[in-house]
Nanobody, 121 residues
Framework: QVQLVESGGGLVQPGGSLRLSCAPS????????MAWYRQAPGKQRELVAS???????FYADSVKGRFTISRDNAKNTMYPQMNSLKPEDTAVYYC???????????????WGQGTQVTVSS
């Protein structure tokens, strides 16, 4: 069964950077919009950033100017780059994408398992 796989999380000091990635674990037909969400302890999951297949992006106000998101359509991979990290960015980060497994399969919403990002000195 195809899943979205995130990587690149970890522990970083305030002001540091991390580059995450998200890609499907197996063969697919295609991916439309991709997005990153995060969920901090005791808080609801929130949208951080998103990118269309054509490259149009959206950023939450809390990360504008610090985070950027890009994708490689040939590799079906998304790359969030997180700079100037703050302790309040600590959360589990989840990849989300609209995926079709084959030319006859409907587009469906897929989620990754999440990767922990901890910003602390």
């Amino acid at each position: 069964q195809v899943q979205l796989v995130e990587s690149g999380g970890g522990l970083v000091q305030p002001g540091g950077s991390l580059r995450l990635s998200c890609a499907p674990s197996g063969s697919i037909f295609g991916i439309n919009a991709m997005a990153w969400y995060r969920q901090a302890p005791g808080k609801q999951r929130e949208l951080v950033a998103s990118i269309t297949r054509g490259g149009s992006t959206f950023y939450a106000d809390s990360v504008k100017g610090r985070f950027t998101i890009s994708r490689d359509n040939a590799k079906n991979t998304m790359y969030p780059q997180m700079n100037s990290l703050k302790p309040e960015d600590t959360a589990v980060y989840y990849c989300n994408a609209e995926v079709s497994l084959s030319v006859v399969t409907p587009w469906s919403d897929y989620w990754g398992q999440g990767t922990q990002v901890t910003v602390s000195s």
